[in-house]
């Protein structure tokens, strides 16, 4: 039996037109957020990134064990 590819949900995009002389605001909305915030954004990013990337979540190559004799 043939099992579905499961994806991943649908984000929402939130488009806006501007001229090009506009100010930019995106230095003010991130100091007003938290740095937990930030950080969570951050991750989201990342994650995208290795998802697109390499199609895969990172993780360690090898697992070590350090034994203490």
């Known amino acids: 039996m043939i099992q579905p590819i499961?994806?991943?949900p649908?984000?929402?995009?939130?488009l806006t037109k501007t001229t090009l002389h506009?100010?930019?605001?995106d230095?003010?909305?991130w100091r007003s957020r938290s740095m937990v915030d930030?950080?969570?954004a951050l991750e989201e990013i990342r994650?995208?990134?290795h998802q697109w990337k390499y199609n895969?979540?990172?993780g360690f190559?090898?697992?070590y064990s350090i034994v203490k004799r």
């Open 6 to 8: 499961s994806t991943p």
């Open 10 to 14: 649908l984000r929402q995009l939130k």
């Open 22 to 25: 506009a100010p930019k605001d």
């Open 27 to 29: 230095t003010t909305y």
């Open 38 to 40: 930030r950080l969570a």
């Open 47 to 49: 994650q995208d990134y």
């Open 56 to 58: 895969a979540q990172p």
């Open 61 to 63: 190559q090898r697992v």
